[in-house]
């Protein structure tokens, strides 16, 4: 069984930044594609980020293309997402999912585990 655990979020002020960390415990992370989703109050849970298996090819959501990077380090079987130049319609719960074999996708539907989310607030 996969968990991925998310670190804590945080308070931050727009045009700051804030990196988020997922531990994922179980089986050997590096098989499993890793992304990162958000669901602010009202809206549907949106895709923001993923990583390959691997580690060698990431895909970004448009809204926060330039602005954050994801990145896995299977040694330690963590996935981060550093975020930069924070908006205030960043604010939301975001997750750390992860998808059995190293191709990514897009669809939260597409992920098999989920951890229990953090929030993430930008004030203005």
């Known amino acids: 069984q996969v968990q991925p655990v998310e670190s804590e979020g945080g308070l931050v002020q727009a045009g700051g930044s804030l990196r988020l960390s997922c531990a994922v415990s179980?089986?050997?992370?590096?098989?499993?594609?890793m992304a990162w989703f958000r669901q602010a109050p009202g809206k549907e849970r949106e895709f923001v980020a993923a990583i390959s298996g691997i580690g060698g090819s990431t895909f970004y959501a448009d809204s926060v293309k330039g602005r954050f990077i994801i990145s896995r380090d299977n040694a330690k079987d963590t996935v981060y997402l550093q975020m930069n130049s924070l908006k205030p319609e960043d604010t939301a719960v975001y997750y750390c999912?992860?998808?059995?074999?190293?191709?990514?996708?897009?669809?939260?539907?597409?992920?098999?585990?989920w951890g229990q989310g953090t929030q993430v607030t930008v004030s203005s």
């Open positions: 179980g089986r050997t992370s590096s098989s499993y594609a």
């Open positions: 999912a992860a998808r059995k074999g190293k191709t990514m996708r897009t669809i939260p539907e597409m992920y098999d585990y």
